[in-house]
């Protein structure tokens, strides 16, 4: 009867948890320590936390997941605590509601994710529209997009840690004759850079998140050390108006080839006129993409990451413009590297349109049926920097690979 009753008490606390194995065991000791009348129990759990850090991740034997346990700590009550992540089940703020341990001040959510799932996510005591880092967990991501972090076993952002020789990053102005505006540019070269020597030239659009919360600097920097990328000068461009210029502008394409292009080349001493790299994610993937199409004299290679496929201009009534413009035409030299996170399975505003994830497919069988070089990926994760960040150097490593 006891064991029985323990088990009730699991279940108990453990709202919002699908079934009684995804129980934290961390949290069931807590329990069984105050059932069995340790007072200090939670002050010992909460010195423990604050040592090892916050959420808890522990095993599931036998299994390829793990239980992530997410925490807040109050005496008081709390009517609105969440947790937000977007590869959580319930990826809706308002259902991913923290429950208190009863007769302590301990707050969570446990989930039962694949081992393998990096995680981005804030919390708050107030609601949705108040989300924040957590202050248990040292480890987070800044900047636009940014939050506290929950990395996979194995992942390749460790390697951030790990000191490398650093390239350089300069902060810069374009100026568009035919655009008439003027951005800024974030300009890394590589360690040991010398001008007139051939680098290979890769654009990366969304400066504030390449240069913020991916950290593409540092992640270079650990793949030229690694010999798993030729050094590279990256130009990472600013927005001025991101949703006009990102969604298939020709005049932003024929920018980026004919002013911009010519401009870094200038600017870094970089030789010959050959082919670039151009990669971004988001709407960025999808200009990425449409630059790579529109201006394939000057764009041999496409990154594409969780791009927005989908889109169709104003009018048209039909999504996914892009991919109908490839399977219309001949090939162009151009290949691709098209990832989507699994995640990304939303239901758009419009119902009309497929969720990134579909639209991602779509691209990869017209791509597959016009005879393009390209590799697809489908990485676990979902439409934030922390994926992107995990990718994009395989991403980079893939295009090299074929000038």
């Known amino acids: 009867m006891a064991g029985v009753l323990r088990v009730m008490i699991l279940i108990g606390f453990s709202a919002g948890v699908a079934a009684a194995q995804s129980v934290s065991p961390r949290l069931a000791a807590l329990q069984q320590s105050l059932l069995d009348g340790d007072s200090k129990a939670p ?108 990395m996979p076993r194995g992942s390749a952002r460790i390697s951030l840690a790990v000191s490398h020789p650093e390239g350089r990053v300069e902060e810069s102005r374009f100026t568009s004759a035919r655009l008439r505006n003027e951005r800024k540019v974030s300009i890394y070269s590589p360690p040991g850079f010398q001008p007139g020597r051939t680098h290979d030239l890769v654009i990366v659009l969304d400066e504030d998140v390449y240069n913020g919360a991916v950290n593409l600097p540092r992640i270079l920097d650990g793949l030229i050390a690694a010999g798993r990328l030729r050094p590279a000068v990256v130009a990472m461009v600013g927005n001025v108006s991101r949703e006009p210029e990102l969604s298939c502008n020709a005049d932003f394409s024929r920018m980026l080839a004919e002013e911009f292009l010519p401009w870094i080349r200038k600017r870094y001493k ?16 999808l200009a990425a993409a449409c630059a790579g199409f529109q201006e394939s004299q000057a764009f041999g290679r496409v990154i594409a990451l969780s791009g927005s496929f989908r889109w169709r201009p104003a009018g048209d009534p039909e999504p996914e413009w892009l991919t109908r413009q490839i399977a219309g035409v001949p090939p162009r030299p151009v290949r691709f590297f098209v990832g989507v ?63």
């Not at 299994?63 to 700590?73: D, G, K, N, P, Y």
């Not at 969570?108 to 967990?137: A, M, W």
């Not at 399975?345 to 119902?351: D, F, I, S």
């Not at 597959?368 to 150097?393: C, D, M, N, Q």
């Open 43 to 150: 002050a010992v759990f909460w010195s423990e936390v604050i040592t090892t850090g916050a959420p808890l991740v522990e095993e599931v034997q036998g299994t390829e997941e793990v239980l992530v346990t997410f925490l807040m700590r109050s005496e008081a009550p709390i009517d609105n605590a969440v947790v937000f992540a977007s590869v959580l089940p319930d990826n809706d703020a308002a259902k991913q509601r923290l429950t208190r341990l009863q007769g302590t001040d301990v707050w969570f959510r446990t989930y039962r994710l694949h081992r393998d799932v990096p995680i981005l996510y804030e919390l708050s005591s107030d609601g949705p529209q108040n989300l924040q880092r957590d202050p248990l967990n040292p480890q987070f991501l800044d900047g636009p997009m940014g939050g506290s972090v929950v």
């Open 341 to 403: 996170g699994s995640f990304e399975t939303g239901t758009p505003r419009e119902p009309a349109n497929p969720s990134l994830l579909t639209a991602a497919r779509h691209l990869r069988d017209v791509l597959k049926a016009k005879g393009y070089r390209h590799t697809y990926r489908e990485f676990p994760g979902a439409h934030e920097p922390l994926s992107w960040s995990l990718v994009i150097g395989d991403a980079l490593a893939a295009v090299q690979s074929t000038r």
């Open 270 to 285: 970089l030789p010959g006129r050959g082919q670039a790299t151009i990669a971004g994610s988001s709407l960025g993937g």
